[in-house]
């Protein structure tokens, strides 16, 4: 497959609305740029979340999400084999919701433990609710030309590598939803995809791996030598992107999922609010659940 079918193929995959948003997108990180001096006064107000956290705490919570779900597929391993497709398929989506479920519960519970104002402290302030989803929309916009510009990247270098029939892997909840016609299904892939998986992910990934990752660069020798530059939060920012993107199963998702990490861990530093991102999360997922009916 040579360079013009390539792009040619790429362009097919790029529709109007696309263009129309990545252009407001761009014209939005634009003037964050003008206005923030390229990044460097963006988080210049962004003060460390006070805690107490052993440092090991996030791994483990990360570890008791995963042995939850493992123990969870295991115990309805035989229910699902007798059932028909569709049916265990719902089983499957219940048992990550109810998992993800439980381990949310665990970070609130430690979260007030450990965090100076316990949950205010936390980012998990109710009072800021309607700014944060104002400022969700506004920071995912921003953001949506370079998710975009991941996936297409991914996508041009798929083709080149692995030729004209390479496609980057759905997930698997959204080949399910164009798979599956039943209303119960669908609804409870979509209720862990907007609701479970962005309350979870956020607390873990943004509440807790980078505020662990911050404090621990503040205290490191390079965070002493930075002193109070932006740097630190930046690149708390960027490891706990990294993180989160690898922690997913399809790396064909890796790019896309950084570049939405960094929007996230961002609006998380610069607002204080655990809400924003959650939105952030939120919101993308269901355009991903919205265009997964649709197809």
């Known amino acids: 497959m040579n360079i013009s079918e390539t792009l040619e193929r790429l362009a097919e995959a790029i529709s109007i609305p ?32 006070r805690n107490n956290m052993p440092a090991h705490l996030p791994f483990v919570l990360l570890f008791i999400w995963f042995v939850l779900i493992g123990t969870g597929a295991l115990l309805t391993t035989g229910l699902v084999d ?28 430690l979260a007030r433990a450990h965090f100076a104002r316990r949950l205010k402290g936390f980012g998990l302030n109710v009072k800021t609710i309607h700014k944060d989803i ?23 270098l798929g083709l080149l590598t692995k030729g004209p029939e390479f496609e980057i892997e ?9 798979a599956y016609e039943q ?30 990752i911050r404090s621990l660069l ?24 990294g993180l989160f993107a690898t922690v997913h199963a399809y790396a064909g998702h890796w790019p896309a999922l950084f570049v939405l990490g960094i929007c996230m861990g961002y609006a998380y530093e610069k607002s204080g609010s655990l809400f ?6 939120a919101l993308f997922n269901t355009t991903s659940v919205i265009a997964a009916f649709y197809q």
Do not use: Y
């Open 183 to 212: 209303t119960p299904l669908r609804i409870l892939i979509a209720v862990v995809a907007v609701v479970v998986a962005p309350l979870l992910e956020e607390m873990l990934f943004r509440g807790l791996f980078q505020t662990t």
């Open 276 to 281: 924003r991102p959650i939105f952030i999360h």
């Open 170 to 178: 759905r997930h698997e909840s959204l080949t399910q939803i164009g």
């Open 218 to 241: 503040a205290e490191s020798r390079l965070g002493k030598r930075l002193g109070n530059s932006w740097a630190v939060p930046w690149l708390s920012i960027l490891i706990a992107s």
């Open 82 to 109: 007798s059932l028909e497709e569709w049916q265990g398929a719902f089983v499957d989506n219940a048992v990550v919701c109810a998992s993800g479920a439980a381990a949310t519960v665990v970070i609130i519970f």
């Open 18 to 49: 696309d263009v129309v948003i990545c252009t407001v997108g761009t014209v939005l990180f634009a003037v964050w740029l003008v206005k923030s001096s390229f990044g460097r006064d963006a988080l210049a107000d962004s003060v460390p979340r």
């Open 134 to 156: 104002f400022g969700a929309v506004i920071n995912l916009l921003a953001a949506w030309p370079f998710v975009t510009g991941a996936i297409a990247l991914t996508f041009l």
